[in-house]
């Protein structure tokens, strides 16, 4: 389809290991967006791409979260040395970019450490 | 105080009623309003933005307040199928997108 992809969908992890999310945005779209959730909460802004760069990086919970848009389409979502904290659905959109805040989610990348 | 912030329900009304939900953000600065739906389990879609003058698509009704900094959504002759969360969400320009926490709203046969 032409929506927004996430991999993996689902993904069971211990804790302490490695974790990477990949995003692939509509084609097109400049910006792009990861956004944590927990149950019962909003959507939590962890990161903002316009291009290949990082424009906002303010909501990286610590230096375990780190994402790169190397080629300014499909961005990854790594995290270290998981943590039980770490469990929560982290959701990829992308938008035209400019001022817009239309954004076009995917479906999720639903992370548990066990 | 949270940039964005809304009252998370949940708002339990009967089929046909008119239901409202405020939404209010911090800063001053912010330039682009909306109002998204995310079903139980689902990704956030948007519903509509929020224009100054207030825009309306069917039932649904948004309005904007710059000098109060709150956002509304109306919803008349609510539906069974209106049941889901309401986020608003903000924009500074070319800046980050914010969310509210969402309401949660049961639209009861």
């Known amino acids: 389809g032409a929506g927004v992809s996430q991999t993996p969908s689902n993904k069971v992890t211990e804790k302490g290991k490695y974790v990477e999310l990949r995003c692939d945005p509509i084609s097109g779209h400049t910006a792009l967006y990861w956004y944590r959730q927990s149950l019962g909460q909003g959507p939590e802004f962890l990161i903002y791409f316009q291009g290949t760069g990082a424009a906002d990086d303010s909501g990286l919970p610590n230096d375990r979260f780190f994402a790169v848009r190397p080629e300014g389409s499909v961005s990854t979502l790594k995290i270290q040395r998981t943590e039980r904290g770490d469990s929560a659905v982290y959701l990829c959109?992308?938008?035209?970019?400019?001022?817009?805040?239309?954004?076009?989610f995917g479906e999720g990348s639903r992370l548990t450490v066990l | 105080r949270k940039e964005v912030e809304q009252d998370p329900g949940p708002f339990n009304v009967p089929e046909g009623a008119t239901v409202a939900f405020n939404c209010t953000y911090s800063n001053s600065a912010s330039q682009s309003f909306f109002w998204y739906r995310q079903d139980c389990r689902k990704e956030p879609k948007l519903l509509m933005s929020v224009y100054s003058s207030g825009n309306e698509d069917g039932r649904f009704t948004a309005q904007l307040n710059r000098a109060s900094q709150y956002i509304s959504l109306l919803i008349r002759d609510s539906k069974l199928s209106d049941s889901a969360t309401y986020l608003c969400?903000?924009?500074?320009?070319?800046?980050?997108?914010?969310f509210g926490t969402g309401t949660k709203l049961q639209v009861i046969p």
């Open positions: 959109a992308s938008s035209r970019g400019g001022s817009s805040g239309e954004l076009f």
């Open positions: 969400a903000v924009n500074r320009g070319y800046q980050k997108v914010t």
